[in-house]
């Protein structure tokens, strides 16, 4: 088998076989296929497509260029839930305590912040001493004893994707369906999950604007479920504007404590109610989603989530002074709440104008090597569909320089929409496959 065959058959529209691609992914792993011939065929399979097959046999053999791990005996039933990213996205922070607290044990590795949307691990590092880079042995000791770990991926996990995502970003095939329901589904199967909630954000904060292509995102990511052996559900979730009202690392994770505590925004609590039920049923610990939802608000409202939230903590070597006292939390020296120039309707608060602001004010990385300031963000007053006054609180904005501020400030008035005539609130979900 020669690769530039693989790559001629791709270009001409062919359907690869599972050895082909097999040898595509395991020659690129070890470096015998060069990056220029792993390009070309990547851009092949953005212009050419793969079917369902072809996506599954290239997510498999993905998953197994490294590390797979197995929680069978660890667990009962592996589960996880992924998001693809989004502004304000602090779900993953509520959720896990929720399901956990209601027996079902959770292990979660999760990422960095990406371009204008948040990362899970620059979130929970605002909390001093917590550690995000947990071994292989570590993560399975404790998924056993606390039934709940958030840490980052280990570096052996799916490998050919990290080589692949890496040359996507530089060739322009990184927005190709199949290549990333391959590159997430490797990572979670790779991952030892036998049951996936995936929260495909759909809107301008989102990495698919398109309602239909994240739909056929979600479609094909469910099929790899099916066909690998894997019960994946996919919730199609807005973001055109940001979930809740925090966006900036330590802000969220306040946000996410208030929510444990029983309040926190609507919208995000209910976010947060609709994925740990989903995760209670395809975990097996609820016979249907209404059960499901009672299991979810009891653990929220009793506070045992909360508790959760602490010992994982604690598990983790974070201070849980910063759980019990979300004050201590690091805070911005700047903070100025900017009111509502005019009276009106929002018609849209646009989610990546507010997370490249928060990008900006020092919350996420430029570059990879690129260091954070947790203490900065966003706190957005309103959702779309609110009349709000002239002259009432509309955004706060939480800066380390005063420039910054400034540009926050004129970048975010330009981000809210207004309207004379009543604007339509914006859906949470626009549909749920699988
Ligand atoms: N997230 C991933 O993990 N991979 C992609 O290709 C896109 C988003």
């Given at each position: ?58 997510t ?59 990362g ?13 880079n ?29 080589k ?34 995936l ?75 609709v ?27 009793s ?38 120039p ?81 604007a ?11």
């Amino acid at each position: 088998m020669r690769a530039v065959d693989i790559i001629i058959r791709k270009r001409d529209g062919e359907e690869l076989s599972r050895e082909e691609i097999e040898f595509f992914i395991d020659g690129y792993t070890r470096g015998e296929i060069p990056d220029y011939q792993a390009s070309a065929w990547a851009m092949a399979v953005m212009l050419r497509g793969m079917n369902e097959r072809e996506t599954t046999d290239l997510t498999m053999a993905m998953a197994h260029s490294g590390e797979m791990l197995d929680l069978t005996g660890v667990v009962p039933i592996a589960v996880d839930k992924h998001s693809t990213g989004g502004v304000g996205d602090k779900t993953t922070l509520v959720v896990e305590p929720i399901v956990a607290a209601c027996g079902l044990p959770v292990g979660k590795m999760s990422g960095r912040g990406l371009g204008f949307s948040g990362g899970t691990l620059d979130k929970m590092e605002s909390i001093p001493g917590y550690r995000t880079n947990l071994s292989r042995e570590e993560f399975i000791a404790q998924l056993r004893k606390e039934g709940l770990v958030l840490t980052g991926q280990s570096g052996d996990l799916a490998p050919a994707d990290g080589k692949l995502y890496a040359l996507r970003d530089v060739t322009g095939t990184v927005p190709s369906i199949p290549l990333i329901a391959s590159s997430i589904m490797s990572k979670k199967i790779a991952g030892g999950a036998q049951a996936i909630v995936l929260d495909v954000k759909i809107g301008l904060g989102a990495f698919m604007a398109d309602l239909g292509e994240g739909r056929k995102l979600a479609h094909l990511m469910v099929a790899i479920g099916a066909l690998s052996g894997r019960k994946v559900i996919a919730l199609l979730s807005d973001m055109n504007q940001p979930l809740g009202n925090a966006v900036g690392n330590a802000l969220e994770l306040r946000e996410a404590l208030d929510t444990l505590r029983g309040n926190g925004p609507e919208d995000f609590r209910e976010h947060c109610l609709v994925a740990a039920s989903y995760m209670l049923v395809i975990g097996r610990k609820a016979a249907n989603l209404e059960s499901a939802r009672t299991m979810a608000e009891a653990a929220l409202e009793s506070s045992r989530a909360l508790a959760s939230f602490r010992r994982l903590v604690q598990a983790q070597g974070g201070d849980v002074r910063y759980v019990d006292e979300p004050d201590r939390l690091p805070a911005a020296p700047l903070i100025e709440t900017v009111t509502a120039p005019r009276a009106g309707y929002l018609l849209g608060i646009n989610a990546r104008e507010v997370g490249e602001t928060s990008v900006e004010l020092g919350a996420g990385r430029a570059r990879k090597e690129d260091s954070i300031d947790h203490a900065v963000g966003i706190v957005i007053h309103h959702k779309v569909g609110d009349f709000v006054e002239g002259g009432e609180d509309l955004f706060t904005i939480h800066a380390n320089n005063a420039a910054k501020l400034a540009a926050a400030k004129e970048r975010l008035l330009a981000a809210h929409q207004w309207s004379t005539e009543p604007a339509p609130a914006l859906p949470l979900f626009y549909d749920v496959i699988g």
